[in-house]
């Protein structure tokens, strides 16, 4: 079982920056694929932005060039860099782990909510 925990989020002006965390219990050394995906209210759950072995990146339309995301293999941590934020960036964001590679499975963080408001 692989615990995630994600930190960074909160409340921000529109044109703010937030910087989420994502720390991983296990070592993220041989994962494939991590992810952060959101959910605005009324929506369904959406990918955000991914990264892949060797650093390979996919965002969403929505968030590119204003995001990034980016992981510490070292310290097994998940990051994703938010920057000239929006109001309709306004959701819960969740990190994602995927382990099937390694035979695992997939893991969902508890999700920490970002509000863009003035």
């Known amino acids: 079982q692989v615990q995630l925990v994600e930190s960074g989020g909160g409340l921000v002006h529109p044109g703010g920056s937030l910087k989420l965390s994502c720390t991983s219990s296990?070592?993220?050394?041989?994962?494939?694929?991590m992810a952060w995906y959101r959910q605005r209210p009324g929506n369904q759950r959406e990918l955000v932005a991914k990264?892949?072995?060797?650093?390979?990146?996919n965002y969403a339309e929505s968030v590119k060039g204003r995001f990034t995301i980016s992981r510490a293999i070292l310290n097994g941590t998940l990051y994703l860099q938010m920057n000239n934020l929006k109001s309709e960036d306004t959701a819960v964001y969740y990190c994602?782990?995927?382990?099937?590679?390694?035979?695992?499975?997939?893991?969902w963080g508890q999700g920490t909510q970002v509000t863009v408001s003035s």
């Open positions: 990264i892949r072995s060797g650093d390979r990146t």
């Open positions: 994602y782990l995927d382990d099937r590679f390694n035979g695992g499975e997939e893991y």
């Open positions: 296990r070592s993220i050394f041989s994962i494939n694929t």
